[in-house]
């Protein structure tokens, strides 16, 4: 059965204190893997896409990877303006053209000053 | 530039009104999509267009019902709504939904979202 599961659900950081968020997926077929960030109440804002196994993307304090089950988004050194929550979604399918997108459930991130 | 804009932000609606949603991109996107989220819940899809014709619909009750009059518009006419379908509708955009890309999958990019109370 295809799944994304993320953890940890929620995660407290002290400013400056590194740390990865897991994305694990079962899906056949992978056909991208992207990750959102999103304040409440607001749309999930685009962060990454990664298509193949070993990919790495990096923005600012964060890092994206990509292994053949799951992916990591690294944050480095993170601000209190870093809180939010981190949605991983995943489309697969192989070659057919149905939806198969699926999101996890995300991890909230806060960063105390 | 990547910007999905969604009218109204925020609205309130008794459940024998009708209302509509709309979503603009001018991406040249050819794929459009409608989600439903629940607070502290992942975005449900709703409907998908591709090429400005409906190509998945997730079961959604007919009191939503979705309109694309052009390849840079999406509405969501709604209708003798419940309570319960009180959230946060999103719409979103990507290059394509198909295999024109090959394997790989385009990028869906958000609006902002509007916020439904439905009383």
């Known amino acids: 059965e295809d799944q994304v599961t993320q953890s940890p659900e929620a995660l407290r950081l002290q400013e400056g204190e590194s740390s990865s968020l897991n994305c694990s997926y079962t899906v056949s077929g992978l056909r991208g893997l992207f990750w959102y960030r999103q304040d409440p109440g607001k749309g999930p804002e685009f962060l990454f896409t990664?298509?193949?196994a070993g990919e790495e993307k990096e923005k600012e304090r964060l890092k994206a990877t990509l292994t053949k089950k799951e992916s990591f988004l690294h944050i480095t050194a993170p601000k209190p303006e870093d809180s939010a929550t981190y949605l991983c979604?995943?489309?697969?399918?192989?070659?057919?053209?149905?939806?198969?997108?699926?999101f996890g459930t995300g991890t909230s991130l806060t960063v105390i000053p | 530039d990547t910007e999905v804009t969604q009218t109204p932000k925020h609205l309130v609606m008794g459940m024998t009104n009708k209302k509509s949603l709309k979503c603009e991109q001018h991406?040249?996107?050819?794929?459009m999509y409608w989600y439903k989220q629940k607070a502290k819940k992942p975005p449900e899809l709703m409907f998908v267009?591709?090429?400005?014709?409906?190509?998945i619909n997730e079961s959604v009750p007919s009191r939503f019902s979705p309109e694309c009059p052009n390849s840079s518009l999406l509405n969501l006419h709604l209708h003798a709504l419940q309570p319960e379908d009180s959230a946060l509708y999103l719409c979103?955009?990507?290059?394509?939904?198909?295999?024109?890309?090959?394997?790989?999958?385009?990028?869906?990019?958000f609006g902002p979202g509007t916020r439904l109370t439905v009383l």
């Open positions: 990664l298509y193949s």
């Open positions: 267009y591709s090429y400005e014709k409906l190509s």
């Open positions: 979103a955009s990507s290059q394509d939904h198909g295999l024109a890309g090959g394997l790989r999958t385009d990028t869906q990019y």
């Open positions: 979604a995943v489309r697969g399918g192989g070659t057919n053209t149905g939806n198969q997108f699926y």
């Open positions: 991406m040249g996107h050819r794929a």
